[in-house]
């Protein structure tokens, strides 16, 4: 596998990369590379390794075969939940990366406060603790906390899956206005299609059996719609798999 | 200033609660004197001929000396086997290879009775301060060591993957992420191993007779003084109780203001 696009200026770019769990192979030969800019979502059902990519690709576990080359500075992660952490205030999970990087305590603090702000958090609950915040305040502040580092780089692993629908339209929208604005890379792991029309610049549909890729598409200029069905349709001829009932379904919504 | 309301806020909450523990207090000190209605002064002084003989044993010169003694001891005891049992516990927590090795030399620490130590420490210390010491943290390291490791072993590791995807050096990690966990496993522990280690240094004193409250017992006793050695009892558990409430938990509620927080009002204690 490893129909991807290669280029030399790619910020991050997987060589061959495999890995396997408990003896089973999630996937081989998987080839990836992303521009400085560019945005990436990772699309396949439970258990096709979407995540296990991204936790490669931000340095959390190590594959078993291949290489990872990262040419970035800084990394931001949003994760499924929100990952606070529950002994520290809201604005101190915000200022998190910032203080693992070493930043001084009011710096840190007054960056976390602007980007705190910016995810529609108030100041009113800045020393708050988590357990007193709502799920979806808690979200916001995780993708603040990953937005506060000013990352070249961006994690999302099915960011906004738990949030309720007018919620993550709004942290989409913001996400793509702060990729667009600061020119920061991202790739997107997630089960929803739309969500991945709305925010990639690319889609990759991996396989839920054997780990294959079989679709990875970039139609020049092409809108949503017609990536979708084009990546869908490929997803189609290739995939035997009915995993993918689910996808195809969303297919027929695009269409 | 808010930081100021706030602590002052929190002071008197815990200051308030004391309250209900006074009132436990009394509730014993009922029961404390029923007994001695029944069994008469010579087997149970009233709590009021112990307050009295505690009286008489504070006018002494070197009341506070004999006090100091035994809280060094004591402390010093405690504070050892707090840091070794502590350090050893998050180590085996995080090595499976040592928490092998160490679990099983625990097990056997535990098992062995603290008088038997104390006879041990004779022979190798003599009567000194050395025997109560060691007693205290060979008796006391095991439960900080237990407490340590079940804290490590039962970590977020999802809290651990976010804090090294944003880059924490390890030591920043286990700084932020692992131990306020596990401070929520050592201090049910730390409260068990500072009673013990108050009752196990006058203990170790008493059959040393090595100064300190274990001396004074051992003095009392030899002449038949019941409320003299209720008094010295009482002064015992009173400095247990102490650093129990005086130090340990005020850290612990130093430290852990974040689950009061989510605690309904009127339940925050």
Redesign the interface.
Known sequence: MGCQTMSDRSILRFEHVGHAFLGRSLFENFDLGIAPGETVALLGPSGSGKTTILQIAAGIIDPVRGRVHRHYRRQGLVFQEPRLLPWMTLIDNIAYGLAAAGLPRRERRERAGLFALEVGLEVADFGKYPVELSGGMRQRAGVARALAVEPDMLFLDEPFSAVDVGLRRHLQELLVGAARRRGFSTLLVTHDLHEALLVADRLIVLSGVDGRVIAAHKPAGSPGRRMARTVFDEAERLSESPAFAELFSARERVR | MNRVLESLGWMGRYLWAGWAGLSGIFCFLAAWQAGHEIYGSFILPSPGETFAAMGLLAARPDFLAILAQSAVRALTGFGIAAGIGTVAGVLAGYSFAAMRLMKPVVTVLLGVPPIGWIVLALIWFGSSGGTAVMTVIIASAPVSFAGALEGVAKRDR??E?????????WF?RLR??TM?HVLSYLFPAWTTTAGSAWKVTVMAELLSNSGGIGGELATARALFDIAQVSAWLTITVGLALLTDYGLLHLLREAL?R?RA??LPWGVKR
């Open positions: 999802q809290l993957v976010m804090a090294q995807a944003f880059g924490g050096p920043y932020t992420v306020p852990e974040w927080a989510g």
